[in-house]
T-cell receptor, first 113, second 116 residues
């Protein structure tokens, strides 16, 4: 059974710092990996999706990498801002869209002004 | 991008009542929809996979007679929590798979259920 682990569980840093969130998964036979953002009491916002054949994806200040063979992904946030404060979730999908996602517990990020 | 809506966004009910949550894909057809729930400080857990016109597939540990899922059309799936109890209080989120745009799943905004 696939398990997704996110480290750290919580992180608090001053504004402007670059930071890295980590995600690991136990079964490397994934179809794709997705990073989401969740604000308190809110739904999910998809940030980046990496197909299993890809190594990384970038969107603005966000960069996500994928090392499928080692079961790891990282989300890099450059020049962090207070508005980046949220919980960041990593999720993998085993097959195509026919499967649900398996989520990690998330990293609760606080960016101090 | 594609939009998925959920209704209601908030519901408070008494123990023993049934609650229906709707998930709609607004601008695309979703042959497959998924239902997740999230307890406080926990990850989202897949409850069931809903396919249009057929019975839902439930994950291990999810009672199909308690969480009734109906996917009657390509744009609507409903989750009914029957005889709700306080331990059913949770955040319920649906997602819809848009086959037309590859493998992306689009998530609804979620429904927060509080059972008193």
């Amino acid at each position: 059974k696939q398990e997704v682990t996110q480290i750290p569980a919580a992180l608090s840093v001053p504004e402007g710092e670059n930071l890295v969130l980590n995600c690991s998964f136990t079964d490397s036979a994934i179809y794709n990996l997705q990073w989401f953002r969740q604000d308190p009491g809110k739904g999910l916002t998809s940030l980046l999706l990496i197909q299993s054949s890809q190594r990384e994806q970038t969107s603005g200040r966000l960069n996500a990498s994928l090392d499928k063979s080692s079961g790891r992904s990282t989300l890099y946030i450059a020049a962090s801002q207070p508005g980046d404060s949220a919980t960041y979730l990593c999720a993998v999908i085993a097959r195509g869209g026919a499967d649900g996602l398996t989520f990690g517990k998330g990293t609760h990020l606080i960016i101090q002004p | 991008g594609a939009v998925v809506s959920q209704h209601p966004s908030w519901v408070i009910c008494k123990s023993g009542t049934s609650v229906k949550i709707e998930c709609r894909s607004l601008d695309f057809q979703a042959t497959t929809m998924f239902w997740y729930r999230q307890f406080p400080k926990q990850s989202l857990m897949l409850m069931a996979t809903s396919n249009e016109g057929s019975k839902a597939t439930y994950e291990q540990g999810v009672e199909k007679d308690k969480f009734l899922i109906n996917h009657a059309s390509l744009t609507l799936s409903t989750l009914t929590v029957t005889s709700a109890h306080p331990e059913d209080s949770s955040f319920y989120i649906c997602s819809a798979h848009d086959w037309g745009s590859g493998e992306t799943q689009y998530f609804g905004p979620g429904t927060r259920l509080l059972v008193l």
